[in-house]
């Protein structure tokens, strides 16, 4: 085999050359494809690492009259949140084994055209948003992390069972000596929001408890969390505490504390914050950089023509209980 001059660039000619075999035959072996022999893929394949070729990505995207780009979308007001920042690393990093690119986009963002991408991953799509209704009527493929609360629905959707895993907090609670858990729950807008409010009110009918419920804005603030759980505090006796919103139950534990009462608290959005409160807030992990991840597989699998349209993946979450919902002797 020649040499290869050091300030020559290394690309698929480079690889051929050494290697001994046409182009077509150096791309066949290192694609999986065409009619190569395992003995010459395995020779081509040795030659390109040791030569230290990387596939032009984006000559590959042309070729297939592909972007390389996928749009991830997320609630403006929340880009800041562990959460979706979680789900947004898991979404590129998955992204990145199928070599692409990804876009963010908000929903202050008004766009006179559709984005140029391949398709689109929706984080939690609220109903109602004028750019996700945009971006779901550009005919681009297209995935929502839970289903989208209005006319249209994705080509597909990851989904978890909020309600089912409420359930199995609120008999944690009840097993821990709490009869009348309250919750605080942002509006019916996002699906996540409305299957838990459905899974607390099954819930009261079947123990026969009557709701204690306090609506929040999706996006609120820590002085809107804690007005409503002022507000529980106030006119009902109540002694647990479920806070939906991600960082509810942070910015209400010091109220908790201060009201002097034996009230039990619990998240419904885990978080470092959770983990590290005194004392440590039992939460629904909802695993988000694995759900970011899982979303845009099944984005790939839609572009490849491996999933169909309509197809919905099981999303697992868990319970991690902790000392804020353990009382001593029981």
């Not at 050359?17 to 009619?35: F, N, P, Q, Y």
Request: glycine share 10%; with cysteine; net charge neutral.
């Amino acid at each position: 085999m020649r040499g290869v001059q050091t300030d020559e660039p290394v690309t698929i000619l480079t690889v051929a050359r050494e290697a001994g075999v046409s182009k077509t035959t150096a791309s066949d072996a290192l694609r999986g494809s065409g009619r190569v022999s395992e003995a010459t893929r395995a020779a081509v394949a040795q030659v390109a690492e040791r030569l230290g070729y990387v596939p032009n990505g984006s000559a590959r995207h042309l070729r297939r009259a592909s972007t390389g780009t996928i749009g991830l979308h997320v609630p403006e007001v929340l880009t800041r949140s562990s959460y979706y920042m979680s789900f947004v690393f898991g979404a590129v990093e998955r992204a990145a084994r199928h070599d692409y690119d990804v876009t963010l986009i908000t929903s202050g963002q008004r766009r006179p055209r559709p984005p140029r991408v391949d398709g689109l991953v929706l984080g939690d799509p609220l109903g109602g948003d004028p750019v996700v209704e945009s971006l779901m009527g550009t005919g681009l493929p297209t995935v929502s992390c839970e289903r989208f609360p209005g006319d249209r629905q994705a080509d597909g959707v990851v989904w978890s069972e909020h309600a089912e895993m409420l359930t199995r907090l609120l008999g944690h609670l009840r097993s821990s000596g709490a009869a009348r858990p309250a919750l605080i729950v942002a509006g019916d807008e996002s699906d996540w929001a409305a299957s838990l409010h459905r899974g607390y009110l099954g819930w009261c009918a079947g123990q026969g408890v009557a709701p204690l419920v306090r609506r929040v804005s999706f996006d609120a603030t820590g002085d809107e969390v804690r007005a409503a759980a002022r507000d529980l505090l106030r006119s009902s006796p109540l002694d647990a505490l479920v806070c939906a919103p991600a960082g509810a139950a942070t910015e209400v534990a010091p109220l908790l504390r201060e009201s002097g009462g034996d009230v039990l608290l619990a998240s419904c959005v885990d978080s470092a914050a959770t983990r590290l409160a005194d004392p440590p807030i039992t939460a629904i992990d909802l695993r988000p950089r694995e759900a970011g991840e899982s979303c845009a597989e099944l984005l790939f699998e839609l572009l490849a023509g491996a999933a169909p349209a309509g197809t919905e993946r099981l999303h697992p979450i868990e319970l991690a209980v902790r000392a804020s919902t353990r009382r001593v002797g029981i």
